[in-house]
């Protein structure tokens, strides 16, 4: 069922599902104001159509002859979340994108960025002036976060609260279009960042319209999204559509689904189920395959699992135990989920199995969490070393950057773009910017403001991130405009010392990944251990060559020995070179295939490739 503002040629139908309205009428208020009465069917939805229409004219809708509300499917709010909604011709923006094929999954290497930080005027348009600098560093994919229309000029895009419609702030349903153009003309991907679990607090009108919310379940933002109570069919249907709103409209090639594990569905079929199956037959459609990605923490294979073993059908998802194993390992912090952490085995353990904790005790849940996702392909997993949950979502937004050495830092770099997963950078780390990525909001009601600022100090109770506070000022104001500001990349960053190294190295093992590394259904990797716990292996067995890895996580120079694997083999890399801001290599420039010791400096990787016979 097609929500919202349905425009074809010079004819609009408006549609809007609401069971609790005795009356609603179609309220135009530019260019002229008419209000015009709807008609409800037997499903609840309210309809009129009417001619004569240019794209433009804004609106509300009258509920019960009282108030006025935006359309909750609404296309563009240009006066905010409180203002009319306007309607969009989809249909004019002329695409230059014909000939842009569908990457597949296997080549994805994301770029996540936020569009308001990303740049210093924060729009879509001066995005796409750093299109040739990310295809320069190699990546293959644009993931933006939430785009979708919240309240004020500034927010991470999580307090959406009108899914359909693109921010006016970053350049609107146009702006985005524009940018999704431009990125297929370079050759990337776009993913979009959605949310299906919740609605923004400010703007939301939706509960004055029907039973968008049940009591049923609770989640971290209040009341759950209605998918499986009375009157879920049309809330379903609401977000279902969402889906193929993007992939036809804005040309996007993949949804990153937000937090899934905060959708409640306890149907026959679960949403996410239905979901996949809208998109597979709109792939089929399209003639193009059109992607879901899931972020979860449940370490829950049943989200990839294909349908016709009972799962969901979405292509990949989080793999939050890789970050957090690298993370403990290199900055030593145990507080919080990280205290399920802060061991070498866990980093190997992620690296051979995905999934750290497939089924066993987690002492921070106090339970047992997570499945076995041991065979299941390794291009089924996203994995990092920074995002904006796990920088935004501490007290001060530190990036890693700000948290260890430089040494330390290529080394999870290293490990990242060397898995035989797919890798996501954020941001700016891609050349070690050191400004934090802060929470920031601007809502317009200031009791919502003081409610996030308080919001905020419990949250960080079980990482004792308050306790250092005092000396930092205090956590920083999300409604005040400067945490925003502070937020903004440092782009004359990239041409200086250590901030051009990092760049010329992610550059290099980028390249090195795309040219020489395989990722798809067949697992082709595996792990070899050696006598010191914090050094191993990653052996990489391709089509035309071999590889292995070798790390050393250790705070120091390690002497280990390693079961060198059969053949010849010669050094093509060491993260510890002078070229790479190093303190200068240790290991040998070439070995042979049987268990010897190994001199590796600290915090440092090695690539070693076998030679031909």
Sequence with gaps: MKIGPCFAEDVCEFILWSPIADNVTLKIVHPEEIVLPMEKDEFDYWRIKVENLQPGLRYFYRINNEIDRPDPASNFQPEDVHGPSEVVDHSRFKWTDKKWKALPLNDYIIYELHAG????????????????????????????????????ARNWGYDGVYPYAPNKAYGGPEGLKTFVNACHSKGLAVILDVVYNHLGPEGNYFGQYGYYFTEKYKTPWGSAINYDAAYSDAVRNYFIENAPYWFTNFHIDALRLDAVETIFDMSAKHFLKELSEKVEVLSLELGRKLLLIAESDLNDVKIINPREWGGYGIDAQWCDDFHHSVHTLLTGEETGYYKDFGEAVHMRQSLKNKFVYAGKYSVHRKRKHGSDASGHPPNQFIVCIQNHDQIGNRAFGERLSTLISFEALKLGAGVMLLSPYIPLLFMGEEYCENAPFLFFVSYIDSKLNAAVREGRKKEFESFNWDE?????????????????????????????????????????????????????????????????ENVFALRRREKKRNYFVLFNFDSETVTAQVPVPKGDWKKIFDSAEEKWGGPGASTSGKILGRKQNITIKKFSLSIYRQKEN
């Design 117 to 152: 930080t990303f740049t210093k005027e924060g729009t879509f348009d001066a995005a796409i002036e750093k299109l040739d600098y990310l295809k320069g560093l190699g990546v293959t994919a644009v993931e933006i976060m939430p785009v979708a229309q919240f309240p004020g």
């Design 468 to 532: 250092s506070a005092s000396s930092k000022g205090g956590i920083p104001d999300a409604s005040d405009e400067q945490t925003f500001l502070k937020s903004k990349l440092n782009w004359n960053l990239i041409n200086d010392g250590k901030h051009k190294i990092m760049l010329s190295y992610y550059k290099t093992l980028i390249k090195f990944r795309k040219s020489n590394l395989s990722i798809g259904r067949k697992i082709n990797h595996d792990i070899i251990e050696t006598d010191k």
